[in-house]
């Protein structure tokens, strides 16, 4: 079965600071694996995903993931905060193959960037 | 282009009632997810459909079903509605099967009472 971990309910930053959103994941074989935003009374809003190649993913709104498969991490990072970007965001994983092509997301993290 | 369009945002029902909610996924995407969101148990899925037929379903009782149609939109229907059932429903459309992301819809936020 396929999981993942998102450690921190709640993460503060202050505006114009670098932010980090932690993931860590569990898939049997390569995994795919996927940043989403969700603003309040709105739906799910895709940021990024990692698939294959480069383990540094470029994604909207100048975010981007890295991904380590020694650690099963996905952090998802972005150097200068704005206030816009206080959110909560999910980490998602899907397996690579087989019939089960559903997301398996994490609990959430609330970004609060301070100004 | 359209993005995923969900049929209604707000809903309140009753427990013992029964809803259908809807989904209208992005043109020319013809593979639909749902997802149920809570507090307590996050984000949930319940059902995927390609083709008009169900391909995976969660770990969610029979009461919740589903279908899609030609055009690929898709409904899902709670009967017997219970307290617990009061949640954020989220559609989510991609290409097809082996499309990696999915584009969700703003949601249909359903009260039981």
């Known amino acids: 079965a396929q999981s993942v971990a998102q450690p921190e309910d709640q993460v503060n930053v202050a505006e114009g600071n670098p932010l980090t959103v932690k993931c860590t994941y569990s898939v049997s074989g390569n995994p795919y694996l996927f940043w989403y935003v969700q603003y309040p009374n709105r739906g799910l809003q895709f940021l990024l995903k990692y698939i294959t190649g480069d383990n540094l993913v470029k994604g909207s709104y100048g975010f981007e993931a890295e991904f380590n498969k020694s650690q099963t991490s996905f952090h998802l990072k972005k150097p200068s905060a704005l206030v816009s970007d206080s959110a909560l965001y999910f980490c998602?994983?899907?397996?690579?193959?087989?019939?089960?092509?559903?997301?398996?997301f994490g609990s959430g993290t609330q970004l609060t960037v301070l100004p | 282009k359209a993005g995923v369009t969900q049929t209604p945002r707000y809903l309140i029902k009753t427990r013992g009632q029964q809803v259908t909610l809807s989904c209208s996924p992005i043109?020319?995407?013809?593979?639909v997810s749902w997802y149920q969101q809570t507090p307590g148990q996050g984000l949930q899925f319940l059902f995927e459909y390609f083709s008009e037929t169900q391909r995976n379903k969660g770990n969610f009782p029979g009461r919740f079903s589903g279908r899609q149609f030609s055009n690929s939109r898709s409904e899902m229907n709670v009967s017997t509605l219970e307290l617990g059932d009061s949640a954020l429903y989220l559609c989510?459309?991609?290409?097809?099967?082996?499309?990696?992301?999915?584009?969700f819809g703003p949601g249909t936020r359903l009260t039981v009472t």
């Open positions: 998602a994983v899907r397996a690579p193959s087989g019939s089960a092509r559903q997301l398996t």
């Open positions: 043109s020319g995407h013809r593979s």
């Open positions: 989510g459309s991609s290409r097809d099967r082996d499309t990696y992301e999915q584009y």
